[in-house]
């Protein structure tokens, strides 16, 4: 087992070599934002990069927030060598590159869940729910991750301009829906009970990019990512009114702000440090309420 505890050595930036239990030889490593002050009962926030698998600029995004904030951020980064293309990242590694299913236990969609049972056994953190932001490709790997199940000590999980969802509708294959994939309207409830926000921003609009889901089954969900995340939040209220429960699913649009992973972060870590101050299984804003603040204003360079 890793020993975790250089993750909290000093206050700052940490960053730490790190192999899940279930891929021994496939490396991650693991971009710690600790704050100046530190004490075992505080939460940690797991965060997911985009495309680039960027995971220190992750890492950098967050410090800012963790002394206002009260946690620890942990950016885990999937190296292109250890976890190669989207199968092994927005998708969990699922199905392998000629579709055959793979067993549930090589699906990366654990890594992280793993990672804080062992943040506990360790004691790096006694706090029994975490924190969960993924923005782009990572926004993609965090609700196809809790359509799975993967939901266990989640106080709160946002998803920030995902390129596709896996809409909650079992008549849709995977990955653009959950079916085919052994789900019934018996797992809804619980996957539309969770504090899940959906955040987009506004000028999240651009379709150009090398990296921009264009495929026909894609462009079916909506003509950009904003409009995408739209679609997501509309289909998973829908499908709680089908069949009879509550969505508790947030939509938060921050104003002014395109495919930007730093800007996206500044946005998400208030909510996210509010759900895990109330110890929280709702988000703090309410649905529709932008939780921008003044950062949308300020002109930050754009990444994925």
């Not at 939460?43 to 927030?65: E, F, K, S, T």
Request: charged share 20%; aromatic share 10%; with cysteine.
């Amino acid at each position: 087992m890793t020993d975790l505890s250089p993750l909290i050595a000093r206050p700052g930036p940490n960053t730490l070599s790190y192999f899940d239990p279930a891929f021994p030889d496939r490396r991650l490593i693991l971009h710690a934002a600790r704050p100046a002050e530190w004490h075992p009962d505080q939460p940690i926030v797991l965060v997911h990069h985009g495309v680039a698998r960027n995971g220190q600029d992750y890492r950098d995004y967050w410090l800012p927030h963790v002394d206002a904030g009260g946690f620890l951020a942990i950016a885990i980064e999937f190296p292109e060598d250890s976890f190669p293309e989207y199968l092994w990242y927005n998708f969990g590694n699922l199905h392998t590159k000629d579709g055959q299913p793979n067993p549930r236990e090589r699906w990366t969609f654990g890594i992280g869940p793993r990672l804080f049972t062992a943040l506990r056994a360790q004691g790096i953190t006694t706090s029994p729910q975490y924190g969960l932001f993924g923005h782009s490709a990572g926004g993609q790997y965090v609700h196809r991750m809790l359509s799975f199940g993967y939901r266990e000590h989640i106080a709160i999980a946002v998803s920030a301009n995902a390129g596709t969802y896996a809409m909650p509708d079992l008549a849709i294959d995977w990955p653009w829906g959950i079916g085919a994939v052994g789900l019934t309207d018996a797992d809804l409830p619980a996957l539309l009970d969770l504090p899940l926000t959906i955040m987009t921003g506004t000028e999240d609009t651009k379709t150009t990019g090398r990296f921009f889901p264009k495929g026909p089954k894609s462009m079916r969900q909506g003509p950009h990512r904003h409009g995408r995340a739209h679609a997501y939040h509309r289909l998973g209220h829908e499908a709680a009114t089908r069949i009879g429960v509550h969505c508790r699913w947030q939509l938060l649009d921050v104003p002014g702000v395109g495919h930007d992973g730093r800007r996206m972060s500044d946005a998400a870590a208030p909510v996210i440090a509010a759900a895990l101050r109330q110890g929280a299984t709702r988000p703090a804003a309410p649905r529709g309420q932008s939780a921008a603040g003044d950062f949308a204003d300020t002109a930050t360079p754009a990444s994925c």
